[in-house]
């Protein structure tokens, strides 16, 4: 793999006076300098596309070549187009994007750290592992970036209540939080299978002011969840805003959602060339419905020389059918407003999902994600139940940290992958929130009832 | 000239409006599904709307999730939904038929293979809830090549721009969905209703069929002073609902239901046209 070290002479240096807005996503000033002065993005080079060094995707409709979208009954498609445009305003404004840097400075904790995880990459005796520290974010995972870009928008367009869907409960804390914080209304979405399987986090949200409305429709997971948010702002639409937790649904969604997670790959790269003064050779994330993987992949995807995996859920193995893994193993449909891979039968009705983590249980993913696959410029594989559990123990014993078991998916793949690397290479993981919230599951494999 | 643009025109000759009732195909059995067809058309039913069952009805409220969900459990796919239009076209070569439902299956089964299945089946046109014209181009032209019409929605939310979009090409009638919310929601507010349609008569040249809160005759008799057509849908759901464990009963019931809601519609034109002649 080719390496580039910070300050290649051989490539102009690009140094806008301003950071781009839209379609960059928001800059955050802790690590804006470190980010704008590194190398700039390859052209080129090898690869199954042509053409990585201009990415501007979506496009003006919302699409990712074929996927993505605005797939939604009429009532939604005036509503998304003033999101669209209160949107594109925040993005211009200078004093949005300041008011969103200080709270991801003094509210998220932000920048998160880059960690070295250096006796367990001993362990693994191959590459070297670096975790994006997304766990110690406020309210202990990735989403908050999401949500607190979200709520700033909703004050700005003047709502007064916010909605979300949850399947493991951490969007929806993270929905609650934000919406406590500026004194909003929140009702959050919920299967009522995940609520009965995260109960800490349906006591978290009530204690934040949320109301948690238990979804009894179809499977009663997130996916239910979703229709019934989706419901519910069709009803409400004149006071209400969707906070969506993934860079899933209708356009504007997967593009803002990910811009405001990008921020997450705009400081890892930068820390990256700083601690090691090169790009990582290889990127590793959780997929679910995408959004920290979308939020570390994106500010890589012009760096050519860095590989990007996305792991999904095989849940009980790909075989098995039991799985969550529609880019592994599922095919192109529309569900929830976009077009992206899905999990189906062979009539297009959206099949069950499982996954032992349940914020990876849902039949879609974001259809950038989707597009990515296609191009061949990210790899998706799929990790189960029971390797996802190894890698939980592996690292809470070698280095002293309790992963969310969605990102136990991603430590599990790097874990592989980091055996067919030199010690010299070195593996990004987003470690994209904490397991204190999956001690009730993991207890209760131990036949342990906390 | 379609089936459906032909019955539209048949009614303003008689200047009568249009009673639409939806049913979700297979609900609760797939054994009911025809005879409950023939017998809406027997009590006055001027088009059907047939549901096609989708696991995720993110437009629905609860009435029709769970006719979805009864249908589903049946095994009622796409291609059944076609077999029992087929099936009604035996013995009714007259009613139009519409197919109300989302994408996804559409997409499974192809656009190509879905046109020509359809035209094929007697269907006459269809409403894809989650397909907006932006999005659509593909699918509207295999469509059109077959002579099916394409109903949408309009909302209470649609620009004028966004009405004149759908003007473009929608034919058949284009549905005014009279609340902001789901399938079953809310109650009406006429006068708005009325200012509404009259906004999208002005933009396109199509019939009005105004929906979403008709439960009665009350309400049917409101809507049919000024729309082109009154569509119920949860109303008769909620009915089959109650009768799911007595399938044999569903065609009466529902039968003699809509005929309360003709008699009150056809009042309502009686009035208006006599008012008129005045």
New interface residues.
Partial sequence: MAIHADKNPNHPVENPPNPPLLKGGFSSSPVEKDTSSSPPFEKGGQGGISDFSNYTLPDEHGHFGVYGGMFVPETLMHPLEELRLAYAACCADPNFQAELDADLRDYVGRPSPLYHAERWSRELGGAQIYLKREDLNHTGAHKVNNTVGQALLAKRMGKTRIIAETGAGQHGVASATVAARLGLECVVYMGEVDVARQEANVYRMRLLGATVVPVKSGSRTLKDALNEAMRDWVTNIDNTFYIIGTVAGPHPYPMLVRDFQAVIGREARAQMLERTGRLPDALVACVGGGSNAIGLFYPFLNDREVAIYGVEAAGDGIETGHHAAPLTAGRPGVLHGNRTYLMEDANGQIIETHSISAGLDYPGVGPEHAWLKDSGRASYDAITDAEALAAFHHLTRTEGIIPALESSHALAYAHKLARTLRPDQNILVNLSGRGDKDMHTVASLDGLVL | MSRIAQRFQQLQDSKRTALIPFITAGDPTPQITVPLMQAMVSAGADVIELGV??????????VI??AT?RA?AQGV???AVLEMVRQFREHDGTTPVVLMG????????GYAQFAQQAAAAGVDGALI????P??GHDLIALMKAQGLDLV????????AA?IKL?GDVASGFVYY?SV???TG??HLDTAAVAAQVGAIKSLIPLPVGVGFGIKDAETAAKVAQVADAVIVGSAIVSQIETLAATPERIPDTIGNFLAELRQAIDAVDCSVTSRAAE
Avoid: H
């Fill in positions: 069952p989708f696991s995720d009805p993110m437009a629905d409220g609860p999730q769970r969900e589903l796919s796409l291609t989302y994408l996804n299956p559409i997409e499974v089964m809830v989650d397909l907006p932006e999005e949408y929605l309009l909302a209470p939310t649609s620009t966004r759908i969905v902001k919310g789901v929601a809310g």
